[in-house]
């Protein structure tokens, strides 16, 4: 059984950083991380693509920072610098056999 399990969420105030992690057991491949904020759609942040490479979008771009831990079967974001719109909920998506899989997710809150 696939499970994905978000941690790392709070609340900090603008400027300041925060580190998530994605922990995923069964046989899938952690992509990345994407938020939804309250009355709006859920939107990629940063992606993990084929040969180590990576993809954020603009906002985020010199401010976060995704890795992998592959003996954890972990991935993380760290967002630095944050911003009070990023403030969002925030889930890490994997794939495996054609599957789609995601996390419950993690509040990040962000004061101004």
């Known amino acids: 059984q696939v499970q994905l399990v978000e941690s790392g969420g709070g609340l900090v105030q603008a400027g300041g950083s925060l580190r998530l992690s994605c922990a995923a057991s069964g046989n899938v491949n952690i992509k990345g991380w994407y938020r939804q904020a309250p009355g709006k759609q859920r939107e990629l942040v940063a992606q993990m693509i084929s040969r180590g490479s990576t993809n954020y979008r603009d906002s985020v771009k010199g401010r976060f920072t995704i890795s992998r831990d592959n003996t954890k079967n972990t991935v993380y974001l760290q967002m630095n610098s944050l911003k009070p719109e990023d403030t969002a909920v925030y889930y890490c998506?994997?794939?495996?056999?054609?599957?789609?899989?995601w996390g419950r997710g993690t509040q990040v809150t962000v004061s101004s």
């Open positions: 998506y994997a794939e495996g056999s054609g599957v789609t899989y």
